[in-house]
């Protein structure tokens, strides 16, 4: 089964960049989205398509997706960015396509 | 703007049916796109149960396929799960969530409710 793989956690200060990566097996031919989840909330999409971002996003989240990592990075982070991450992909490589998560990476602002 | 509400029992015995309903508003399950429930146990990630498209077609996680079945209603616009032989490791939040056509992300999501397995 495919896997994607996360650090479990990620610090950073206000205003700095965080770096979030994905890593899974030629990552790149895949699309790759992102969604962050807030403590008792359900996930929200962030990111999808690798690069793309849904309304009302704001663009300081921006996505990126080549080889076997993907990465999502957020510029000028704010205390309300702290939460959970997780990547996901659509794997259709076997006879069971199936949608997979990434491990999850918990991000704190400092 | 779409809506969906998870409902059911927070409480089932090992070895019974786990059983939810997703309650759809703001758009019709007819028109299309794919339906699914994800679950996510306490503190852990997030885990893909399954998905549905409004004419009925079903796929699932392979890991749990053997015990599970997810249907529409297009009736009541709703969709359904049920997880039999449950056991304390299918204690979690579950969610229902859509998922737009032509794509592999869920764009909306409902606000999930939790399941204990417990005796």
């Known amino acids: 089964s495919y896997v994607l793989t996360q650090p479990p956690s990620v610090s950073v200060a206000p205003g700095q960049t965080a770096r979030i990566t994905c890593g899974g097996n030629n990552i790149g031919s895949k699309s790759v989205h992102w969604y962050q989840q807030k403590p008792g909330q359900a996930p929200v999409l962030v990111v999808y398509?690798?690069?793309d971002r849904p309304s009302g996003i704001p663009e300081r989240f921006s996505g990126s997706n080549s080889g076997n990592t993907a990465t999502l990075t957020i510029s000028r982070v704010e205390a309300g960015d702290e939460a959970d991450y997780y990547c996901q992909v659509w794997d259709s490589s076997s006879d069971h396509p199936v949608y997979v998560f990434g491990t999850g990476t918990k991000v704190t602002v400092l | 703007q779409v809506q969906l509400q998870e409902s059911g029992p927070g409480l089932v015995k090992p070895s019974e049916t786990l059983s939810l309903t997703c309650a759809v508003s703001g758009y019709s399950i007819s028109s299309g796109y794919y339906w699914g429930w994800i679950r996510q146990p306490p503190g852990k990630g997030l885990e893909w149960i399954g998905s549905i498209y409004h004419s009925g077609s079903t796929y699932y996680n392979p890991s749990l396929k053997s015990r599970v079945t997810i249907s529409v209603d297009t009736s009541k616009n709703q969709f359904s799960l049920k997880l039999s032989s449950v056991t304390a490791a299918d204690t979690a939040v579950y969610y229902c969530?859509?998922?737009?056509?032509?794509?592999?992300?869920?764009?909306?999501w409902g606000q999930g409710t939790l399941v204990t397995v417990s005796s």
């Open positions: 398509d690798d690069s």
């Open positions: 969530a859509r998922v737009r056509l032509a794509t592999t992300y869920f764009d909306y």
